[in-house]
Structures are given as C-alpha cells and as structure tokens.
C-alpha cells in the first residue's frame, strides 16, 4: 500500500512539474502566443496563473492578437 501511494505521489509531482515547466516556457520563452500546447493549459489553469501568464504574454505580443483564454469577454480581439 505505501508503495502504491509513493507511486501515486511521483506520479502526480511529475505531472505538476512537466506540465507547469511546459506553460512558464510557453508564457516567458516563445516567439509566438499561439502554440497549441501552451494555450491549453493556459486556458485551463486557476484564474490567478491564467492572468499572471497572460500579462506575460501581453507584455512581449501586445500588438498581436490574444489566445484563447486570454481573450477580453465581450471582444475577443483585445486582452483582458
């Protein structure tokens, strides 16, 4: 039993990590806001990870239209 849940525990830290390494290099690193990958868990995450990583994303591609999720509510061609 301590197995399976030492198991389950990795599982889940290695997730965390593969996955919220894969967004910060999406929000910080890229040349482009529209890389699938990136705005999809973007799109997903809690309210205050998507906002900090749409300002990220605002700040290097102002001038582009947002992805999905970073989109204004009532017009999808401005940042929220």
Wanted: charged share 20%.
């Amino acid at each position: 039993m301590k197995r399976l849940l030492r198991l389950i525990l990795i599982m889940a830290i290695a997730a965390i990590v593969l996955f919220g390494s894969r967004w910060y290099t999406y929000v910080t690193n890229t040349e482009t806001p529209y890389q699938e990958v990136g705005i999809d868990i973007n799109s997903r995450l809690p309210d205050p990870f998507n906002k900090w990583g749409c300002a990220k994303l605002q700040a290097n591609f102002s001038t582009m239209l947002p992805p999905y999720g970073c989109q204004n509510p009532t017009d999808p061609k401005q940042w929220r």
